[in-house]
């Protein structure tokens, strides 16, 4: 796995329409909760940073498709970087295309006390069903629970287990993996059971509740490292508490 020093950001949620608004509020929501960040510049063709004076009207006009380019901090020694893109419902739960918010920043201590507030930030502002923060690289551990075929054994090679792909998974509300933060919509935590007093102390006592509804869960005080026993655990049982996580409570044929 690639051991870049970077955090990485990606919520879910309803597909843009037309000159859709919602990037720019995204954009002002991050700002707000990291207010060391101005995410001012875009990127030109060789990746240098061009400043957008009049961004948010540019943001808007950029979008087409679906889908919006890069837009960063203009700082090359301390990225901090954020696009949009559409995922076709070929790919998605539901046959249902989906906006996808991308947002990739520096691994270090301002951005890591930050972190849940952002990825709040970024869900809330996209009106997402779901999200995660992860530390840069984890998709490739993602990509090792997912059930390709199936004749696929029944777990990873971490003994964590598998995952459906997202197109088989029939809600869009439905998360299709765990991360060390976890965006939760109030129609995703109920579809999951979340939070059930009884059985969610533990995970309550890193969780915030958002203004909509929703929840912001964390499993480890750090960033997942899957080589440490204590991070496997808390995501094994994290999986074994959310069965429908990943489409796994699905009849197949």
Avoid at 235 to 253: K, N, Q
Wanted: glycine share 8%.
């Amino acid at each position: 796995m690639t051991r870049r020093k970077a955090l990485t950001l990606i919520v879910y949620a309803p597909a843009l329409v037309g000159k859709d608004a919602r990037p720019v509020d995204i954009l002002h929501q991050m700002e707000k909760a990291l207010p060391s960040l101005q995410l001012r510049w875009r990127l030109s063709d060789s990746g240098r940073p061009i400043p957008l004076p009049q961004r948010d009207a540019w943001l808007i006009d950029s979008i087409e498709d679906g889908e919006f380019p890069i837009v960063c901090n203009g700082d090359e020694c301390h990225p901090v970087t954020f696009f949009g893109r559409e995922r076709s419902g070929l790919f998605s739960p539901g046959g249902q295309p989906q906006f996808e918010v991308h947002v990739e920043m520096p691994l270090d201590e301002p951005v890591l006390a930050a972190a849940a507030t952002v990825l709040e930030a970024v869900a809330e502002g996209a009106h997402a069903f779901w999200g995660q923060a992860s530390r840069y690289g984890y998709g490739a551990e993602v990509a090792q629970q997912l059930r390709r075929s199936a004749q696929a054994p029944q777990g990873s090679p971490r003994g964590l287990p598998l995952l459906n792909m997202p197109e088989e998974i029939p809600a869009p509300e439905t998360p299709y993996f765990l991360a060390w933060l976890n965006y939760w919509s109030a129609a995703t935590a109920r579809a999951i059971g979340f939070p059930d007093p009884a059985r969610d102390a533990d995970l309550l006592s890193r969780a915030r509740r958002t203004a909509s509804g929703g929840w912001v869960v964390q499993l480890t005080d750090a960033p997942l490292e899957l080589d440490k026993p204590d991070h496997l655990d808390a995501l094994r049982r994290a999986y074994e508490r959310f069965p429908e996580i990943g489409g796994r409570t699905m009849t197949r044929e």
